[in-house]
């Protein structure tokens, strides 16, 4: 899913060195041992969702909610997995002249069969397509699950019935399509054969370059602003967390917000949940790497160290700010340095990654603290506040720790076959319109979804309801019978 | 007759019902109850959100005694219970009217 693999280039090289000479060029085949990693680490992203996600937040709300959560994360997986074979897929991760999303080419996984391949970031190492639209999916399932967390213990579970599948095709797949889609390293490759072919005919040479630019330009509209996003800092993090924050102000505080006691049912579940959510996340961002290879092994260091420095960083500045280092200020860290390294995690290095940990630790401590105090909204579980908060800084943090100089694996240019110069200033930018774009896109789209489905079924649940507890009044179901 | 019902530190019950069985009291009833007196609640932190949470845990203990019983009882309970520090709870005597006990259909005095 991401671009610009670092590993690839000695491949990417040789390919064009080899086929230089000639214009036939070898099918490209399935490697096995891609092909199984991949397999393994989309079933990794699914335990991150159901059950990792689903107890970490069924265990931060009162016991009378735990049902209703576990119900609206189980229903998200259920329901986007079935809108992407149908369509989400084909909207997703297929090309043609859109910048902003895909087409219905592959609609109902039209032409996709166990021989279908797709590409990884190297030249002539495909992966079978149908286990990319399965890991793909799981992405597609986590994304509105996560924005769940924020309007948590008030929302009509028939309201969130009707949002999820509207904000996953109007607001993810367009995102996904922008950030991710791009022609892929084997189509480039071939371009740029292409060109070295025709030699000094200076019509078929002119022929193959307008084809380069052809591929190059079938992508979405923020990679071709040059944007990095690893395993989905924009795409999942920065997108649900904006989500999250528009219906929780759309929607309103529950009954009793600041005054009642509204502590945590469970935090033994949440930290089983955050805990899931770790193992999980290592098929999410070693995933990404899409190859069984060396940059999968960095994704999975950083993916390491920056969750732990992140953990101890919150656990650390609460205990020096507060008085006492608490459990769920460490498995808070954890899940937001979770979120800050996905976008960098295949392109920072080690160290990198820890400072980046160090850094979401603190940042996002502060906001959910002083600044969702002072703002006075009621993002139940600080689906903003982590993941949008942290997403930023990890989106940002990206663009700084790429740099080769900083011990980054550096972008891959995938024409010249070669690791592309670094420069902060552009990549800053190119790093700014991911996030700018995706908070806009969200934010906007979101809102008007919330207002549509308030208009259609209405948003919250009744006060009565919300007394009693949502598992109760809109499940007719218990969590505990003790 | 009377009910001695006494509030206690929860990790004081089994050193209370060791003291009431040595001086005779066979039976006891026990339930988890929340409550204040003297004894301040504590602060719960859940990230941004802050709970002075002002009722504490404490054990209720009931105890049906003839009424010669009450004073070596609430001596019992006040020694086992007692830690020298707020929260060690209070005891209040009740007048109980009338007792018996289901199996046997045995009233009163034979019945505690």
């Known amino acids: ?482 | 007759m009377k009910i001695v019902m006494a509030i206690i530190k929860p990790f004081k019950l089994e050193e209370v019902r060791d003291a009431l069985t040595a001086i005779g009291v066979h039976g006891l009833t026990v339930t988890e109850v929340k409550g204040y007196g003297r004894q301040k609640g504590h602060t719960e932190i859940y990230r941004g959100a802050e709970y002075a949470v002002s009722f504490l845990p404490k054990i209720k203990i009931e105890v049906a005694v003839a009424s010669d019983q009450v004073d070596k009882t609430i001596e019992a309970i006040t020694s086992a219970a007692k830690t020298g520090q707020i929260g060690d709870g209070k005891i209040f005597v009740i007048n109980l009217d009338h007792a018996v006990r289901i199996r046997t259909g045995e009233a009163d005095a034979a019945a505690l």
């Open chain 1, 1 to 482: 899913m991401t671009f610009k693999r670092p590993y690839s280039a000695g491949l990417a090289a040789l390919a064009v060195g080899l086929f230089a000479a000639t214009a036939a060029y070898a099918e490209p085949t399935i490697n096995k041992g891609d092909n199984a990693w991949m397999l393994t680490s989309t079933v990794l992203v699914l335990l991150m969702t159901i059950p990792g996600l689903a107890l970490f937040y069924g265990g931060l709300v009162r016991s009378k909610n735990m049902l209703s959560v576990l119900m609206q994360v189980f229903y998200t997986v259920c329901m986007v997995t079935i809108l992407w074979a149908l369509y989400g897929y084909s909207l997703t991760f297929t090309g043609g002249s859109y910048d902003f999303f895909g087409g219905f080419s592959k609609a109902f996984l039209m032409g996709v069969t166990a021989d279908s391949k797709a590409a990884t970031f190297s030249v002539d190492a495909n992966i079978s397509e149908l286990v990319y639209v399965c890991f793909q999916m799981t992405f597609a399932a986590i994304t509105p699950a996560l924005i769940v967390g924020a309007f948590a213990e008030r929302m009509k579970f028939a309201a969130v019935a009707l949002f999820i599948p509207l904000w996953a095709t109007l607001v993810y797949f367009p995102i996904a399509h922008m950030v991710w889609y791009w022609a892929g390293p084997d189509a480039i490759s071939d371009a740029v054969k292409a060109i070295a072919a025709a030699g000094s005919d200076a019509a078929a040479k002119a022929a193959a370059e307008a084809k380069l630019a052809e591929v190059n330009a079938d992508a979405g509209w923020i990679y071709k602003k040059g944007a990095i996003d690893f395993a989905g800092g924009t795409v999942v993090h920065i997108n649900a967390g904006i989500a999250g924050l528009v219906g929780a102000l759309i929607i309103g505080k529950r009954i009793g917000y600041g005054k009642d006691l509204m502590a945590p049912h469970s935090l033994t579940m949440s930290m089983i949940g955050a805990s899931l959510l770790w193992v999980g996340w290592f098929g999410f961002n070693a995933g990404s790497n899409l190859e069984a290879s060396g940059g999968a092994a960095l994704a999975m260091t950083n993916s390491f160290v920056a969750t732990a420095a992140a953990a101890l960083s919150w656990m650390f500045a609460e205990w020096i700010i507060k008085g006492h280092p608490s459990v769920l200020g460490a498995i808070s860290g954890a899940v937001a340095g979770l979120v800050a390294v996905t976008p960098a995690a295949g392109y920072s290095g080690p160290m990198g990654a820890i400072v980046l940990g160090l850094v979401v630790g603190v940042v996002c401590l502060f906001f959910v603290t002083v600044i969702k105090n002072a703002l006075g909204y009621d993002d139940s579980l600080d689906v903003f506040g982590v993941h949008c908060i942290g997403g930023i800084i990890g989106a940002l943090g990206t663009g700084i720790l790429v740099n080769p100089a900083l011990g980054g694996a550096g972008i891959m240019d995938y024409t010249t076959g070669k690791i592309a110069d670094y420069e902060f200033g552009a990549q800053m930018i190119s790093q700014t319109w991911g996030v700018c774009t995706t908070l806009v896109w969200s934010g906007v789209g979101s809102a008007i979804i919330y207002k549509v489905v308030d208009v259609i079924v209405g948003l919250r649940a009744n006060v009565e309801s919300e007394r009693e507890g949502l598992d109760i009044t809109e499940h007719t179901e218990r969590a505990y019978n003790m």
